[in-house]
Structure formats: structure tokens, C-alpha cells
């Protein structure tokens, strides 16, 4: 960062227009700056670029920006001082977060104004959290004992040129995916035993003649979630419906996808997004900024999210149809008609899936001209990643509407072992959500299930671990 900034010195002295250095920024870049005011313009473009509507982001997706942030600009290829990237770090370290309103980023130039919301606090305008309070940003480091940053040659930009909101919601919600993941499959493997379904077409041969990743990933950890479980059919059906059959398929889909994003989000956690870019004595201006990679995979996942709670649905509503659930009560009632058992609980599940398909509608699909026609091309990642956020949390909570209904219908057939690894997550699953008869209300335990889920380890619930390997 040093030697880089050592450059920009240089440049400084020089009569060559450098962009962002000694001109202005997007259509404004062919105004030339005086020397005396560069330190001013770096400032104003933090003020100016800070346009955020709306809540809040959440603090940890602050908190991933900024660390994110400091880490790209300690590249060294953005010709700015150490003490941008520490003073950063400063913030993290003492609890001061800024307020970044969540909507405003087309995510090109990157997400300016989110950094632009995040860069403000380091001026020390704006305000922040500082332990969880909300105050001016100067009073926060004030209380921290820090000073305000003084802004010089290209740092505002630097702060402002980025992916870094998008990619901090990305990764939050891919770690949480895949958890939600395994919580997906769990419930598929217990609503198949609660159905008497066929184990059968989990058959790792079946699978290795259509060798997907996912695919073979999710047969055998659903093998392995069986495994121990008695063999019995109610019926005489040859296979189940493809809710049950095609699990293997359709969570395998997803965790490909899954994958995908980690590996785009991993390259984009190290990479230099900042404009322009510094090479030895070279300014190259480019486009490293644009959000194409990342909007892209943010709304793959939604969609893929749609494949998650759309079979999800599905199977819940089978053990809720009497037509359809092997001889369990109506809607999984204690005594259907008096009451009405899950029957709304579905209506909720079919209402989440329908919205999730409209938040699947492709943001990267849908850019809008910004900045004179300058930027005429973007690429709407951060509303891929907000949307992605909704989603999320719509697909949960389907997901813990099946892991009521599983549950529910394992105790009214009095099944009490299923494996060992299902009676495991079965049994941590009730220290939260208690069974019940008869009718309540619903919202109660639908929450308590979610809160279960959001908050579920795995890792250390099943044994043996080798399962999520």
C-alpha cells in the first residue's frame, strides 16, 4: 500500500489526468481538478454518493462489508494510505458500526452508495452504532477515542468503488443456506419414513448413471440419514411421488448451485474491485467494479431457493392430505373436523413458495442507465442479493412447517425410533418445539420451528459428522 500510494504522489505532480485522482467521477471524469481542491472532491463524493432509502441493512452485514472492504483496499492496487484499511479495522474493533440503508445500489459502479453510507462514518458524519447504540458518527469515535479520517487524493473514491454489499449478503446467506441445506434434507428423510416411502430410489447406483455432484452429494447423505431406519410400505405402491422419489435430483440441484456461488463469492473476496486500478506506474481505469459475477449467482440461489421450499411444500402437504399421507389423520389433526390441524399452516407454506417465486424474477436481468448514460449497463446485483435475503427466510420457514408436520405425524404413528441420526436431529428439535394436541395457535410453534432451524449446528447435533462431509 506503501509503494502504491508513493505513485500516486507522483501522479499528483504530474500534468496527466488521472481519473478520479485529479478529475472528476462518471460523466463528470473530463473536468480537471485543481490541486487544492482534491482533497475536497474525495469528501464531497462520500457525501454525495450517500443516497440510501430504506431500513437498515442488518449489522453483520455491515460489519462483513467493511471487513471485506479493508481487506481489498490492503491489496495494495488502489493507491491509498495503510491508514484507510486500519481505520476500518478500527471501527470493527470498537464496536462502531455505520447506519447503511439498504436500498440504492444498481452494483455498478459497485455499491456506491451503501460504501458510501459506510465511508461516512469514518469522516465522522453520519450516524453509527457504537454497542449497539445509536449516535452521531462522532460522538461514536469520539467515545472510541479515534479521530476523524481526512480524506486525501483517490481514498473516497476507493472506498466507494466495489461489490462489497452484495458479496457481504452473498456470503451471510450462502452460510446460512447451507445449513438450511442439511435442515432440507432431514426433513425430507423424516417425511419419507413418516409417509412409508421406498428408500430405493436413493440407490447409489441410481445415481452414479447420472453422476451430478449434488446429486450423488444428496443421495448418500439421505442413505446415511436412513441408514438404521426399520424397512416397511403400507402400501403396495412400485415408487413414490417425485416430491419423495426425486429429492436426490432437486436438493442435489441446489447444492450445486451452492457451490457455484462459493467459488464466485471466494474469487470476489480477494479480488481488487477498486477504479482505477494501480500497476507499477500505470492508472489502468476498467470495470472490476461491476456486479455481473456476483448479481448472477445471487439470483441463481433464489432461484434455486424455489426448487428447496417448492418440494418442501409439497411433501408437507402430502402428510397433511388424507387422500395422499398413508393413513394419518386429515391435516394431522388429534380429531379432523372438530379440528382443523395444519390445514392453514400449508395455506402459509403455499403463500411463502408463491412469493419466493416472484423475488426468483432475475434483478440481473433488468438494468436501468445510470450516471448520463455513462454507466449504461449495470448490473442490479445488490436487489439480487436483497431479494435473496427475503428468500431466504421465506424458505425456512417452509422448511420448519415440514419439520412440524414430519414430527407430528411420527408421533401419531408412535414411531419413537426412526435412526439414529434422525432420532438425533428429531430429538434436538423438541427441546425448542414441544409436541402438542389439538389445536393452537400455529404461529407459535411455526416460529419456535424457524428459530430452531435458523439457529441449528449441524455439525455438532449429528453424529457422525461425516454426513455433511
Known sequence: MKASREKVDQALLG???????????????????????????????????????????????????????????????????????????????????????????????????????????????????????????????????LEPLKLQAKEGISLLNGTQAMLAIGCLMLHDLDTLFQSAQIAAALTLYALRGTQAAYDERLHAARPHPGQ?????????????????????????????????????AVWDTLRHAERVFAIELNAATDNPLLFGDDFISGGNFHGAPLALALDQLAIALCQLAGISERRGERLMNPSLNEGLPAFLATNPGIESGFMMAQVTAAALVAEMRVLATPASACSIPTSGNQEDFVSMGMTSALKLMQSTGHCRMVLAIEWLTATRALDIRGDHFVSPLLDAARAAFRVDCPSWEGDCILSVPMADADAFLAGADWTTILTPQEVLA
Open 15 to 145: 500534468d496527466k489526468a488521472v481519473y478520479a485522482l485529479n478529475t472528476g467521477v462518471g460523466l463528470l471524469s473530463n473536468v480537471r481538478l485543481k490541486t487544492s481542491d482534491i482533497s475536497q472532491m474525495q469528501e464531497n463524493l462520500v457525501r454525495s454518493h450517500c443516497c440510501g432509502v430504506g431500513d437498515p441493512l442488518p449489522t453483520d452485514v455491515v460489519r462483513a462489508m467493511m471487513l471485506i472492504r479493508a481487506n481489498i483496499v490492503a491489496l495494495g492496487l488502489s493507491g491509498i494510505r495503510p491508514v484507510v484499511a486500519e481505520r476500518i479495522c478500527d471501527l470493527l474493533n470498537h464496536d462502531i458500526t455505520p447506519i447503511v440503508p439498504k436500498r440504492g445500489s444498481v452494483g455498478a459502479s459497485g455499491d456506491l452508495a451503501p460504501l458510501a453510507h459506510m465511508a461516512l462514518a469514518l469522516i465522522g458524519e453520519g450516524d453509527a452504532l457504537y454497542n449497539g447504540e445509536r449516535l452521531p458518527a462522532a460522538e461514536c469515535l469520539r467515545r472510541a477515542g
Open 216 to 252: 450423488i452429494h444428496s443421495a448418500a447423505s439421505l442413505r446415511e440419514l436412513l441408514t438404521g431406519a426399520p424397512h416397511h410400505r403400507s402400501s403396495t405402491k412400485v415408487q413414490d411421488a417425485y416430491c419423495l422419489r426425486c429429492v436426490p435430483q432437486v436438493h442435489g
